[in-house]
């Protein structure tokens, strides 16, 4: 009986072990990295034992052991001065270390002893290696600092620069396959599968751009992930302020009309950033970010018709050398392809003791109208387009150890879009979708105007938790759950002409408008 027992345990140990591994499979995207090396006496390359390594303006460090080794994790994205003290040694400070997203840096020093007096502390500059050893994938890290001096507007024309990436297509795989996640959490959208919203460059921290072979961390990715990790407040007050204006400009108006004259407002861009203490509680900072981005954009089309006229008629059908235009529009070049978006982020955090919390708000709202060719003589026929996103989320990382440590997040998120020519769906500007029909496939439009229109929303709610233990110099053991919650909603229309085929007393034809009805379906 005591055997069966023990089988029957084993067994159910064995499942318990199999369910485990699947739920623990999508782990915590990675946010830190960590810092080794050996310290070692310069003249006789005896290890140091117990000499203290610490990164400068941190409580974060470590102390060297028997074999002269140490470690730092859970360190930040970012470039660092590490210090270096031990009895008998000068102190040492090693400049511009450089930690990245999941990787290792890898930092020796020997050290030179002193006798009585204290001697000058020892400057080294931190070498970064050829080979990054402990790269197991395709990935680029970018630094805040290498985005700031990159020719670059958004975090889209960073991920186009990659070898790899067209378009946002990593390695030819569709736009939806990507995985986004900032601070860890994913904020693909999930009626549409892209981005629901991308942080501004003044937010980023790092970003790890990856194309090939992913940790398991990443389980749900297909084609390539982007992963940002944003700023966090800073214990001194900085703050930024920037402006641009811009133009579009060529002398190919055959192709690009519009764009011979100079308009030096056709593009702006405000923008700002502000860090520091809250003066309220020791440790407690806040980061804060906002960006104007105004647009009027660089595909023009010429108001040749209004919505309300019709395709030109011929008084003899068979002859088409002679017809009567019915246009009324003014000839002025209106912008087809403009865009607006306001967008602001804002972190605090606070540590005590071996805890870290913090919390993030993102918002942004655009506007924008895409190009559509074939309205290029009808420019005010083209819906618009609208966008409202925010994320909120609030992460909890606890240091039990050097070497190991856990952290907790919660995030709530909304993403809504909607598009329409105008608001007012039954708006008797509205015409039938079929007036101002081209004539032929080599014909732009004579009147009329697009009648669809969507609105979507999308809430998600996720839960993380992740464990993480660097269990020799060797190995790293992290597991980890995520959970999701979501609630969409997705509804799009056309309108349709509720007389179609009817005429008036002239012969015109007539317009009402309507929109298909729902059917509902019963079983029997």
Known sequence: MNSFLLQRLQHLLSIILAVSTVSFSILAAGQSGKIIGKITDQRSGEVIIGASVVIQGTKIGASSDFE???????????????????????????RNVVVKIDLTTKIDLKMEETVVEMGDAVVIEAERPLVQKDL?????????????????????????????????????????????????????NPLTGGAGFIPEISSIREMEVISGTFNAEYGQAMSGIINSVTQDGASEYHGTFGVYAGDYFTSHTDVF????????????????????????????NFFFTGRLQDEEGYLYGKRVYNVTDRVPTFPDPNDRTVWI??????????????????????????????????????????????????????????????????????????????????????????????GYLYENPYDLRYVDEYQGQP???YTFRSGGNQTNRYENVSHTLIGQYQFTSQVSKQHKVGIGVETRFHRVFDHGTSITNELIGQVDSLGNPLFKITYPKLHRYHDH
């Open 68 to 94: 002269g080794d140490y470690l730092i994790g859970n360190v930040s994205p970012g470039t660092y001065t590490l210090v270096v003290t031990s009895v008998g040694y000068k102190t040492a400070s090693i």
């Open 257 to 284: 009309i519009n764009l011979d004259k100079l308009n030096f407002l056709r593009t702006k861009n405000y923008q700002f950033s502000l860090s520091g203490p809250t003066n309220i509680i020791d440790n407690f």
């Open 136 to 188: 197991t994938s395709t990935s680029v890290s970018v630094s805040s600092e290498e985005l700031r001096v990159m020719p670059v507007e958004n975090i889209n024309q960073v991920i186009n620069l990659q070898a790899g990436v067209v378009g946002g297509h990593f390695r030819g795989g569709r736009s939806g396959e990507v995985a986004y996640l900032v601070d860890g959490i994913p904020v693909n």
């Open 325 to 418: 235009n019915h246009n009324t529009g003014n000839g002025a070049f209106v912008s087809m392809n403009p865009f607006k978006k306001y967008s602001f982020n804002g972190k605090f955090t606070y540590g005590f003791d071996a805890f870290k919390i913090s919390y993030s708000g993102f918002w942004d709202r655009a506007k924008w109208k895409g190009y559509d060719h074939s309205f290029k003589w009808t420019p005010d026929g083209t819906n618009n387009h609208f966008s409202e996103n925010w994320m909120q989320n609030v992460q909890l990382n606890h240091v039990i150890s050097d070497v190991t440590y856990h952290s907790a997040k919660v995030s709530l998120s909304k993403y809504s879009g909607k």
């Open 439 to 441: 004539l032929s496939n």
